[in-house]
């Protein structure tokens, strides 16, 4: 069993600001955790049950093993429902670009509900999109609620934060923005095409939409029909999700 002292160690996790201290990450959770195993991502610390740990007998070499019971898991764990197991990694460890995919990258301009984020992610993984480019002012993808939201998509993606202005103004590919003014995604003549050579699709923030700063290198506006009329806008991540099905069922 975890030592009193070990568990104190690792139940500050729980909180944001040591994990970007530390440059950490918390992972739990039998499926995520397991989707974890399953990419062969280095894992610093796993705390689980008994149960888990008789089920999983073959695990990452290097890691702390400490087995827990409920009320321990439920001190290191930000779950309303702590789930067996609870593992905490190296930010580093997810550093390495995956292989294969679409040429489609997906820009991110300030969003900020970790719930969409993680939505976004998991949508790219389905789509076979692996880099998806942040701005700074975007939410942490090792934000507790975003890693749970991915689905396990947060291990199969290349995830990087930069000044997206500065991206998009060194960016050789067509770069296209979602915008309440851009040109209908059904239009017979519209842009929205994927070549060989690949394109970004920008997704701006909840509310206010993209900023001015990255609008100046979109090249190509795009917006989905209002077809209700009603609405204001889309949800971030299903507006993405539309976008994104849209381009690539349209690859040249």
Not at 195 to 214: D, K, W
Not at 227 to 241: H, I, K, M, R, Y
Request: contains cysteine; proline residues 4%.
């Amino acid at each position: 069993m975890i030592s009193k002292n070990k568990l104190k160690e690792l139940a500050v996790y729980k909180q944001q600001k040591y994990c970007e201290e530390d440059s950490l990450f918390v992972v739990e959770g039998v499926k995520m955790c397991d989707e974890l195993l399953a990419q062969k991502v280095p894992i610093k610390v796993i705390c689980a049950t008994n149960l888990w740990f008789s089920q999983h007998q073959d695990n990452p070499q290097g890691a702390q093993l400490f087995e827990v019971d409920a009320d321990a898991l439920e001190r290191l764990s930000s779950l309303r429902t702590p789930n067996e197991v609870w593992m905490l990694l190296e930010r580093s460890a997810l550093a390495s670009p995956k292989a294969g995919g679409t040429n489609l990258v997906l820009a991110l301009d300030h969003v900020q509900d970790p719930g969409n984020l993680g939505t976004i992610i998991r949508t790219a993984d389905w789509f076979g999109i692996r880099h998806i480019v942040c701005s700074e002012g975007t939410v942490s993808c090792f934000n507790p609620k975003v890693v749970q939201s991915t689905m396990g998509g947060l291990f199969r993606t290349e995830i990087t934060y930069t000044d997206l202005p500065d991206y998009l103004a060194n960016c050789a590919k067509p770069v296209f923005g979602a915008l309440l003014d851009g040109e209908s995604i059904w239009s017979k003549d519209r842009p929205l095409q994927l070549t060989t050579e690949g394109a970004v699709l920008v997704i701006g923030n909840e509310s206010r939409g993209i900023t001015p700063a990255v609008q100046a290198h979109v090249t190509h506006r795009v917006a989905i029909p209002n077809l209700g009329g009603t609405a204001e806008s889309l949800n971030a991540a299903v507006a993405c999700a539309i976008l994104v099905a849209d381009i690539l069922r349209r690859v040249e």
